[in-house]
């Protein structure tokens, strides 16, 4: 099996297929400390993509309840599982080429050679059932805080259980891995990574729905439409990446989950590009992080881990970067503070930005200005007279 | 209810799972509002706005907090956080 690189991991890892990296790397950074889940981004991609026959249970954005929540349910309990318990990371080995350290454990493409009975499987996976895609928001905010009654009721049911202990909020999309495991796990070839942008397609044309896609993607993000009986995922929205809706006028726009956010949690851009606040987010200040870095397919969605929650969840969640991410994030520079005005400034994707004083400044691909955001709004006290108390 | 038991398959939607323990000393249900009232601060987010999204059901997060520990506990830490601001 070939080598590729893996900066995730710190070092090589086996894949199926040569290492070609895209010209440009689709990626978002999703900051979890400003998410409220309200739902907009997942209705947005509804809204725009999963409304036919078939899709009623399709959500290519969710958003879920951590620890609890899933979907489908349990996806990353389960292959957290079937990885196993692995050696962790070196982290004195950490530098700028390999931010989180070197990873001594096994990937899920290295794994599956020696932990799985099914035959033809490039990752270590397993398929859901269809109920387990059913009910996207079950354990929201209702996780039950004491083990199950013997019975395994909920008591009398005159009280839903709460849980009272900590949570959070997890968005998610494809994560346009720079190695799928979906694409790796086809027998069709039918998944295909685009050599301009990174994004990950499955050819409606060539697929015949074996399914292998949405055993083998960690993430569980190909889904199987039982009307059309193929699998469909994600698109990253690439008609507005390309700049073809007419709104922008060519200018490459973020995608729908992404523009319509109300928290503006959400930054679209290119992470190999140093001039992409994306690059500046995860290479250089280092506040946002992979999701499960340890499953070796190296995703490029990446989170602002929650400041609240039990830091030994998020480091096997997020890797050994947390601690750093959340420190440098409850005191952010001028930089990063200006950088993190650009979420949700713009529909524009914003190719490079400029740090000002008072303001920050977001370009567009030819380098045009597409947005200018105060950093901190100065603050203007009316006078008595216009007071305008309600 | 007797008769419907055998055609339902009780545990296919039941919550079973156990407590995910937080850490001692730190209450992470506070520390999760305090960050939405820095969040929406730093965006610009009147108090009135913030209380407003707390109060709002369709918010899961900020409504859990607002349903489990009250109004006043919200407008006490959103004039905390103003204040270590300043």
Known sequence: MPKVYNWQLGREMEYPYEGRRSTRQFAAVFNINRCIACQTCTMACKSTWTYSKGQEAMWWNNVETKPYGGYPQHWDIKTLELLGDQPGWDVARADNQKPYGVYQGETLFEAVKTRTTASGQQALGY????????????????????????????????????HKAWFFYLQRICNHCTYPACLAACPRGAIYKRPEDGIVLIDQSQCRGYRKCVEQCPYK???????????????A????????DPLTEGEPMVTRCIS??????????????????????????????????????????????????????????????????????????????????????????????????????????????????????????????????? | MADNEQFENPEDFELTHHVVPGEPGRDHIEEMAETFIIEFKRMRWSDEAILA?????????????????GETFVMDLLSRCVKSKD
């Open chain 2, 53 to 69: 999204m707390f109060r709002n059901p369709f918010n899961a997060g900020p409504y859990y907090v607002f349903k489990e520990r």
């Open chain 1, 127 to 162: 398929l859901p059932e269809a109920k387990e895609w059913r009910s996207p928001n079950f354990y929201e905010d209702t996780a039950y805080s004491t083990i199950a009654s013997k019975e395994g009721r909920m008591g009398d049911g005159t009280k839903l259980p709460e």
């Open chain 1, 260 to 390: 319509a956010c109300v928290g503006k949690i959400r930054l679209q851009g290119w992470i190999d590009d140093p001039e992409s606040p994306i690059y500046y987010l995860v290479r250089v200040a280092k506040v946002a992080l992979p999701l499960y870095p340890q499953f070796g397919t190296e995703p490029n969605v990446y989170y602002i881990p929650p400041r609240w929650a039990p830091r030994g969840y998020l480091r096997q969640m997020f890797g050994p970067g947390v601690d750093q991410a959340i420190n440098t994030y409850g005191k952010p520079d001028h930089e990063l503070l200006s950088v993190l005005q650009l979420f949700g400034a713009t529909q524009k994707l914003v190719y490079s930005y400029k740090v000002e004083e008072d303001e920050v400044i977001g370009y567009g691909q030819k380098k045009q200005e597409v947005v200018r955001v105060p950093i901190e709004d100065p603050v203007i006290v009316r006078s008595e007279k216009h007071f305008n108390v309600t």
């Open chain 1, 237 to 244: 929205c690439y008609p507005r990446v390309e700049g073809t």
């Open chain 1, 221 to 235: 993000k190909p889904m199987f439409n039982p009307e059309t009986r193929i699998s469909e995922k994600c698109i």
